[in-house]
């Protein structure tokens, strides 16, 4: 089995600890704890911010952060070397998912490039043999660039009438041009997985792939106050198959990761950044083969601002906050083991999704049931905070 890949320069933004950098660490005997990631160490502020909800929600989250006093648990080095669940020493603090209590919820098909491909998935019945022929033949129908359409409008519209006329319709293309955002419930609250651990695969599943995307942090109240990286980890087999499978392709244990911390805006980092970002991929496979990939939200069919605002509001609240991620022009179609086999996920692929100002996230692929269980849910954080005094009235 490959091994985790431990590098704390990687792991950090390109520009180190210049941004306004927050994590969440297991601590034995305490529980899991909000901290702040800085220059001299790893500070525990969860006497300022219980849960990363709270610190998210604030009118100013970096500037609340960066003014916080706390305990330093050890430096981040250390931190991330115990991480790792193959070789952690239970009594040393180890890094979390940076989010708790908000909701996980993701955009689908904000892409041209995956929205194709959804489109493949969707008439292939999740056969990878049969991708190819289909591919070549959306693409003669559709193009492969839909980039400049903007969903909804007149022009996409137009669209749709003539792909319904010549019986190529799909669902998928409907949230794809059409006016309404596809945004659905990744997975439980407090189930994501953070860099450094095993990513999960439905054991059944053989035909798969990562989704490299930046992930958005949502307060109540609809602001996006910061942003981390996310693995929307997708089974291609088991949602081709019917997109009412959506919830067994999407949330298995083990299957959303997040990280490594959330950068809140500050002078350093802000909206547009994420809108000019580019996320890599890299995989790299237990029996050598490596896989390289680049998304770039510039190219996304729909703006961030535009998708949160299609997720809360007067129609649909979130009291604690949600995590949004924004989707990925990223749709691996290069073979792996067959000609014409296209990708797929082994036990033991080292996942990289690093973008330059928020860090490299790295996950281990295995199947969902050899993962680490989750165990640790909402009554469990409420005990916890508990017992060290951190809930005030």
């Given at each position: 089995m490959i091994q985790f890949p431990v590098d704390v320069t990687r792991t950090l933004p390109n520009d180190g600890y210049a941004g306004t950098l927050a994590g969440r660490v297991w601590r034995p005997g305490i529980g899991p704890s909000v901290v702040a990631v800085r220059a001299d160490g790893v500070y525990d502020v969860t006497a300022s911010f219980p849960t990363m909800s709270e610190l998210a929600a604030r009118p100013d989250p970096a500037a609340d952060l960066a003014a916080a006093v706390g305990e330093r648990i050890g430096a981040?080095?250390?931190?991330?070397?115990?991480?790792?669940p193959d070789s952690r020493d239970t009594n040393a603090p180890w890094l979390l998912a940076p989010i708790d209590?908000?909701?996980l919820k993701a955009a689908g098909v904000t892409f041209a490039?995956?929205?194709l491909e959804r489109v493949i998935e969707e008439r292939a019945r999740g056969n990878p043999d049969a991708a190819e022929a289909i591919r070549a033949e959306v693409q003669r129908l559709v193009g492969d660039d839909l980039a400049a359409l903007k969903p909804g409008s007149e022009a996409a519209m137009s669209l749709k009438d003539v792909l319904i006329a010549q019986g190529a319709w799909s669902q998928y293309l409907e949230v794809g041009i059409g006016p309404d955002a596809e945004v659905f419930t990744k997975a439980p609250v407090l189930s994501s997985v953070g860099t450094l651990m095993d990513a999960g695969l439905h054991p059944k599943s053989t035909w798969n792939n990562p989704e490299p995307e930046v992930v958005l942090i949502v307060a109540p109240d609809g602001r996006i106050t910061g942003a981390t990286l996310g693995n929307d980890v997708n089974l291609r087999d088991f949602e081709g198959r019917s997109a009412l499978l959506l919830s067994k392709a999407k949330d298995n244990n083990a299957s959303c990761?997040?990280?490594?911390?959330?950068?809140?805006f500050d002078k350093t980092f802000t909206?547009?950044?994420?809108?000019?970002?580019?996320?890599?991929?890299?995989?790299?496979?237990?029996?050598g083969f490596q896989l390289a990939g680049l998304s770039s939200i510039s190219r996304i069919s729909r703006d961030p601002e535009d998708l949160v605002a299609q997720t809360v509001g007067p129609v649909h609240q979130y009291p604690d906050g949600f995590a949004l991620f924004l989707g990925t022009m990223f749709a691996p179609t290069q073979d792996r083991d067959n000609p014409g086999g296209g990708f797929t996920h082994k036990e033991g692929d080292i996942v990289t999704i690093a973008a330059p100002k928020l860090g490299a996230l790295v996950n281990r692929m295995r199947p969902s049931d050899?993962?680490?269980?989750w165990t640790t849910g909402i009554v469990e954080l409420m005990r916890s905070l508990v017992r060290r005094g951190a809930l005030k009235g």
């Open positions: 981040l080095a250390d931190v991330l070397a115990n991480t790792p209590l908000q909701v490039v995956s929205m990761a997040i990280g490594p911390f959330i950068r809140f909206l547009d950044d994420v809108r000019t970002t580019d996320v890599a991929l890299t995989v790299e496979g237990p029996e050899a993962c680490e269980p």
